[in-house]
C-alpha cells in the first residue's frame, strides 16, 4: 500500500499544479530543465532510438515527448491526476505512440516487458518514502540497462534564493533528514550517501555522477532577470546518477 505520507505529498502536487504551470512547460521544462536537466540526461541516457524507456514520475510528459521525439518508445508514469491528464491530453494531440500511466512509483502496475532504461527526474527527493520507488524503478529495468535519476543536490538546496540573500551559499544542517516545505510541495533532504548506498544495495553498478554548472554565458544572458543566475555557474544545483542494472 502506499504509505499516508506519500498519499499527501501526491495530493500537495495535485493541488498546487495549474492548467497554466503544465502549458507553460509543457515543450521543455523550465530554465534549469532547458539549461542543465535535459542535455545532461539525454547525454547520459545516449541514443535511445528503438529503445523502450520509462519515464518515471513524468510530470507534464514534457521529457517522455522528447524522448519519443528522439525515436524511443515511452512509458510515462505519474501519480498526480493533473498532470497525467494533461499529459494523455498532448499524446492525444501529437500522437507520438506514449502510454502514459497514473500510478504511485511505489506501487507499480504490471508494465510490460522490461526497459532498456528508466529516467527518474527531479522525483525521489520529493517521494517521503523514496526506497519502495527506486526499487521499483531498478526492478523494471532489464538486465544490464540503465537506471538514471536526478535530483536537487542535497549539498546545495535552495541555493538561488540562498545566494540572492547572502551573495554565498551557506548550509547548516546535511546530515540530518528533513522536510523542505517549497511553495508547491515539499522536498526531503537526505544525503548524498542515502541515495548512493540504496542503489549499491540493489546491486547497480555506478557508471557516472554528474554536477554541472550553469554555461556563464547563459547565465550572463539571464543575469538581469535574475541577478543571483551566477550561483548556478559556481556551484551544482542539480545531482545526476547513472547506473547499470545487475545482469
Excluded at 214 to 243: C, E, G, K, R
Aim: contains cysteine; charged residues 20%; negative net charge.
Amino acid at each position: 500500500m502506499t504509505s499516508r505520507a506519500n498519499e499527501t505529498a501526491i495530493t500537495q502536487w495535485n493541488t498546487s499544479t495549474t492548467r497554466e504551470a503544465l502549458e507553460t512547460t509543457a515543450e521543455d521544462g523550465d530554465f534549469a530543465k532547458r539549461h542543465l536537466v535535459n542535455p545532461t540526461l539525454l547525454r547520459l541516457l545516449g541514443n535511445v532510438r528503438g529503445q523502450r524507456l520509462l519515464d518515471a514520475g513524468c510530470g507534464n510528459g514534457y521529457f517522455s515527448r522528447i524522448l519519443a521525439g528522439r525515436g524511443a518508445q515511452v512509458v510515462g508514469v505519474e501519480p498526480t491526476d493533473l498532470m497525467c491528464s494533461f499529459a494523455r491530453e498532448r499524446e492525444v494531440e501529437l500522437k507520438q505512440g506514449i502510454t502514459y500511466v497514473q500510478a504511485d512509483l511505489t506501487r507499480l502496475p504490471d508494465l510490460g516487458a522490461p526497459f532498456d532504461a528508466v529516467v527518474c527526474s527531479m522525483v525521489l527527493m520529493a517521494i517521503p518514502d523514496w526506497k519502495p520507488a527506486m526499487r521499483a524503478c531498478v526492478e523494471t529495468v532489464r538486465p544490464g540497462g540503465l537506471f538514471v535519476f536526478a535530483l536537487v543536490h542535497p549539498a546545495f538546496e535552495q541555493l538561488l534564493s540562498t545566494w540572492q540573500e547572502h551573495s554565498a551559499y551557506q548550509v547548516q544542517r546535511y546530515l540530518e533528514e528533513y522536510e523542505i516545505v517549497g511553495p508547491a510541495a515539499s522536498d526531503f533532504h537526505r544525503p548524498l550517501s542515502a541515495y548512493l548506498n540504496e542503489l549499491a544495495s540493489l546491486g547497480c553498478r555506478l557508471r557516472e555522477v554528474v554536477e554541472p554548472g550553469l554555461d556563464p554565458a547563459v547565465a550572463a544572458a539571464a543575469h538581469s532577470a535574475t541577478p543571483a543566475i551566477d550561483s548556478y555557474v559556481h556551484l551544482p544545483n542539480f545531482l545526476f546518477v547513472s547506473a547499470e542494472v545487475p545482469a
